[in-house]
């Protein structure tokens, strides 16, 4: 591990002792937040898998209903039939904080409260499949909501867990050694610099006695 | 207040029209782009795309990836499913987890 480009005193000793305490302590905050992320994550992330495979079934099922209402009805009715809706949604965005990841939550609001306002057309000129197709896009859209919830959560919180993970690899293999490598280095040099004293005091006091009263 | 649309070729999207949610055909891979941009800046917190077309502009889904809104969400087409969006979620746990640790 390198050694920080620091002076050996104690000023910087005291300093770096202080770095470590810190470091020491955020590196345990930030496993406690990566392991609590990673929980709520491997919960969310079964969720949406769940939610992933329904919809897509539901969607698939009505995509067939779609392809026959398709290929019984003449293209132009189709899309005429479906041009003006009746219903119209609304999203309501409120936040949620998961450990500091703020997640977004979706409520859903409808033009018009009845759940027959989604036939936009009349029954005369249009397939019945075209009515099971509108029918189960109806019935799987709460879920779909989830889904785009659910998805943008996960997205959001894969981000922050490899972030805080890199933090956490980053203060336990290069921060802290570093700290604790350079705290020894400055130790040593310090009681290094101690002992040579002692020694050439001691020195000095031989000379000094040998010189004034002949010692030995 | 904020709107949810759909984004896909007609057959595939034609049908969420009826539920209330704005539906753009598109097939073209400059113009969804664009148009992506434009619903993210203008109140849209949902886009469901469908995998053909999220195929033709995957850096643009990706870089709405880390930012809060909107929500771009993978549905399959009216040709069926490509599982692109199951591997989307794959990649997400190998991303957090280091391996890809479902199934």
């Given at each position: ?31 406690d ?83 027959n ?17 509108v ?14 919830e ?67 | ?42 109140d ?5 795309i ?15 990836r ?38």
């Amino acid at each position: 591990m390198a050694r920080l480009n620091v002076n050996p005193t104690r000023m910087e000793l005291s300093k770096l002792k202080k770095k470590l305490a810190s470091a020491r302590r955020g590196h345990k905050l930030l496993k406690d937040k990566r392991d609590e992320l990673m929980r709520q994550f491997m919960i969310l992330i079964k969720e949406n898998r769940q939610l992933r495979t329904e919809v897509e079934q539901a969607i698939n099922e009505a995509n067939r209903y779609m392809a026959v209402a398709g290929s019984v009805m003449q293209r132009e009715v189709l899309e005429t039939a479906l041009m003006l809706p009746k219903q119209e949604v609304e999203i309501k965005v409120t936040e949620k904080n998961v450990m500091s990841v703020y997640i977004p939550e979706f409520t859903t609001k409808f033009r018009t409260e009845d759940t027959n306002d989604i036939y936009s057309y009349g029954m005369a000129f249009t397939s019945i499949d075209l009515d099971g197709a509108v029918c189960a896009l109806s019935a799987v859209f709460p879920k779909m909501i989830r889904l785009a919830e659910i998805e943008k959560a996960c997205q959001l919180m894969a981000d922050e867990i490899e972030k805080t993970r890199r933090r956490v690899n980053a203060l336990e293999h290069i921060m802290i050694p570093d700290y604790e490598e350079t705290i020894k280095f400055i130790t040593m040099k310090l009681s290094e610099n101690e002992r040579s004293t002692t020694t050439s005091l001691m020195k000095v006091k031989d000379m000094v006695l040998k010189q004034s009263h002949n010692y030995h | 207040m904020y709107k949810a649309a759909v984004i896909g070729d007609s057959a595939s999207v034609s049908g969420f029209a009826a539920l209330g949610l704005s539906v753009f055909r598109e097939t073209e891979p400059e113009k969804i782009t664009k148009l992506i941009s434009r619903l993210a800046a203008n109140d849209f917190a949902v886009i469901y795309i469908t995998e053909p077309a999220a195929a033709l502009v995957s850096n643009t889904i990706a870089k709405y990836r880390s930012s809060k809104l909107p929500s771009i969400v993978l549905i399959p087409a009216i040709e069926g499913n490509t599982g692109d969006g199951m591997r989307a979620l794959h990649e997400a746990v190998e991303k957090a987890v280091g391996s890809d640790i479902l199934n």
